[in-house]
């Protein structure tokens, strides 16, 4: 549980994160989270997967808190998606590309 000071910096960061990226507030997956100082990732673990739904602030500090993760869960892999350049994150960090996502924006059910 997070204190008063903690909870309105992590509310202060994921409203900036969102004005970021245009994600929803209520799309942010927070299942899973870590924040502090430096940011917040929010991450999800299922089939020896670790993965990040959405990191915000200091990427190279949450890169190494997601590989950390992957320790304590036993985690094989670590996946994520980019909102944006995900070829940096290739060249930066050694990630592949190994799915692209399709959206269809306004669907009729």
Request: glycine share 10%; net charge neutral.
């Amino acid at each position: 549980m997070l204190d008063a000071e903690a909870a309105a910096l992590f509310e202060e960061q994921i409203a900036m994160f969102c004005n970021k990226t245009g994600i929803p507030r209520d799309e942010i997956i927070l299942d899973n989270y870590i924040t502090n100082s430096k940011g917040f990732i929010s991450y999800s673990v299922f089939n020896k997967v670790l993965f990040v739904n959405h990191v915000y602030g200091d990427g190279e500090y949450f890169i190494g808190i997601a590989k950390k993760l992957c320790g304590v869960y036993g985690c094989n892999r670590l996946q994520g998606f980019a909102s944006k350049h995900a070829r940096g994150y290739q060249k930066k960090y050694g990630f592949s590309i190994v799915q692209q996502v399709m959206e269809l924006k306004q669907c009729d059910f």
